[in-house]
């Protein structure tokens, strides 16, 4: 019998530790729920302020990332416009070399010494027509040495057309570099909240640089003039 009573002591005590262990929660949870009420103005405020400072810090961030790439793509551009200028340079060795053995055309030289000044101008979309005008007049040179196989088989001939090909792969790494760069900043451009900042800041896209960086086929023709 006393076994049993001692039993049921235990039971209840066990009972009453349980509901207090909850009455205090419960009282811990009312209090804290009282002192947030009772601050809330002020946990507003401070809410506030770090999501200010969160947002200001962030915003900063995309638009330094904005203009490291833009910077960058000048950069690079600015690499291209001056490995497009080397490459007129040879270009115009090279018409000099032919036309020891062909005739000199004046013409042709004004108009290489005409849109390797121009070089320095152009935007990325504009640079597509100097390209274009690039390759056909050193196509043009080259389908004239052809005829001289005297010419061909110079030492100073094969060194020229040697540093034209290191010059077209070093047009064409600046290249794939831009359109590398480019790529991400329009990406940035099209994303949220990137996008935000970019209209705020009155960031447009970057065009792309879309052109062969070597002749595709020796042209047979008259020069096709674009202007420059």
Request: with cysteine; charged share 20%.
């Amino acid at each position: 019998m006393s076994n049993d009573s001692s039993g049921l002591s235990g039971f209840l005590f066990f009972i009453m530790f349980i509901l207090g262990v909850i009455w205090a929660l419960i009282y811990t949870i009312l209090w804290i729920v009282a002192v947030i009420i009772a601050n809330l103005p002020w946990i507003i405020i401070c809410l506030s302020i770090i999501g200010v400072i969160v947002t200001t810090w962030r915003s900063v961030g995309i638009y330094n990332r904005f203009y490291s790439l833009k910077n960058s793509s000048e950069a690079t551009l600015g690499q291209i416009h001056v490995a497009m200028k080397k490459r007129f340079d040879m270009i115009e060795q090279l018409h000099a070399i032919v036309g020891q053995y062909a005739g000199y055309e004046k013409d042709t030289l004004i108009r290489i010494t005409r849109i390797r000044a121009s070089v320095n101008e152009k935007k990325p979309r504009d640079l597509r027509a100097i390209q274009y005008e690039s390759n056909a007049l050193l196509g043009r040179l080259i389908v004239t040495a052809e005829a001289y196989p005297a010419l061909q088989a110079s030492t100073l001939f094969a060194s020229l057309m040697n540093s034209i090909e290191t010059i077209e792969d070093e047009i064409a790494q600046h290249r794939y570099k831009y359109n590398e760069i480019s790529e991400q900043y329009n990406t940035m451009t099209d994303t949220i909240p990137e996008r935000f900042i970019g209209d705020i800041a009155g960031l447009k896209k970057i065009d792309y640089l879309e052109f062969e960086d070597r002749i595709a086929s020796i042209p047979t023709g008259k020069l096709i003039s674009t202007g420059y």
